[in-house]
């Protein structure tokens, strides 16, 4: 059993930074493969961004690519969502995720426990 708690979503005017965390309880968190997602409103959720165990592998959306980071450092259970020069679009409760089987994957379905999800909102 895997718990996430996400921090660090807030507002924030166009071209802003903001930085998300997610926190891992669990031993076995170096096994996970670590997304962010995240959903507007009246929308689908979607990925973001994904990171393998060991930071090989990396997955970003095409709309932020170039913007947005993602990190994890497996000592301290977290994983991390640098966003940059965020635009009014990337507006959405944003989620951490772990998918634990064992193959690296940025599709929603195949990720096993999630966070209670972070507010970002990007004014114009």
């Known amino acids: 059993q895997v718990q996430l708690v996400e921090s660090g979503g807030g507002l924030v005017q166009a071209g802003g930074s903001l930085r998300l965390s997610c926190a891992a309880s669990?031993?076995?968190?170096?096994?996970?493969?670590m997304g962010w997602f995240r959903q507007a409103p009246g929308k689908e959720r979607e990925s973001v961004a994904a990171?393998?165990?060991?930071?090989?592998?990396?997955y970003y959306l095409d709309s932020v690519k170039g913007r947005f980071t993602i990190s994890r450092d497996n000592a301290k259970n977290t994983v991390s969502l640098q966003m940059n020069s965020l635009k009014p679009e990337d507006t959405a409760v944003y989620y951490c995720?772990?998918?634990?089987?064992?193959?690296?994957?940025?599709?929603?379905?195949?990720?096993?426990?999630w966070g209670q999800g972070t507010q970002v909102t990007v004014s114009s």
């Open positions: 990171i393998s165990w060991s930071g090989g592998w990396t």
């Open positions: 995720a772990a998918d634990n089987s064992g193959s690296t994957s940025y599709r929603a379905a195949t990720y096993d426990y």
């Open positions: 669990g031993r076995t968190f170096s096994r996970y493969v």
